[in-house]
């Protein structure tokens, strides 16, 4: 889920056995989330189609396709062989065939040419330091068949400054205190919350919207349309 000289969040063993449990709960609407990706997608992307999942590892987004698109095949790609293997579990226990998902370990860079007929990118981009967003979306796009569908979903936090920005001064804070507002509304003890939110804040690239959006305009996606907002994630589905 990052790229290289990054340091992966997911190779503590603790923190990849219960990471199933974290979308549902840091993310609003998660369980709605995930359709709406396969619909966006499911635009463009044939019964057959061939689709690159970056941050594969867990196997959450990559289940929820294949189970409903059975013609579709898949390569993932993260650089967490641990959550690797989780995906990789989750997708037998699913009962989807092997031959239809290959599992790369490594970034962006490390996944097969393609040409691919859509991609995905959810809850990934945050941990990616600023300077090597738009090198990461290139690699993405490159991969891509023209007009193929990208689709994003990740930590963007307005911070009140610029054109366009929304609120005051604060505003991040306000945000980011919502965030964790909502885990604890999920069942999160509010001192773990209050921890993530800090750690959140202190450790991760969260771009505003307008940066997000030029990021993925400078990889080359002249078609940016954002489709999601939960407190503090955005999504994004792009194709060039």
Sequence with gaps: MTQPHTPSPF?????????????????PGYDS????????????????????V???????????????????????????????????QRLQSAGV???RVALHHGYAQSAPAGPFDGATCLLTFHFVPREERVPMASEIRRRLKPGAPFVAVHLSVAD???????????????????YAAFQVASGVAPEHAARARDKVA?????????????VLREAGFGDVRMFYMGFAFRGWV???
Excluded: K
């Design 54 to 88: 970056v941050g594969a590892g867990g196997g959450l987004e990559l289940e929820d396709m294949a189970l409903v698109h059975s013609g579709w095949r898949f390569d993932g790609v993260d650089p967490s062989q641990p959550m690797l293997d989780l995906a990789a």
């Design 97 to 99: 065939p092997g031959d």
């Design 160 to 178: 009140g400054a610029g054109a366009g920005g929304e609120g005051g001064p604060g505003e991040r804070d306000l945000w980011l205190s919502r």
């Design 202 to 214: 202190a450790e991760l690239a969260v771009l505003t919207p307008e940066e997000d959006e030029s």
């Design 11 to 27: 190779t503590d063993p603790a923190a990849v056995a219960r990471y199933a449990e974290g979308p549902r709960r840091n993310v």
């Design 33 to 52: 989330l995930l359709p709406m990706v396969r619909i966006l997608l499911a635009e463009r992307v044939p019964a057959n189609g061939r689709v690159l």
């Design 238 to 240: 792009a194709c060039d």
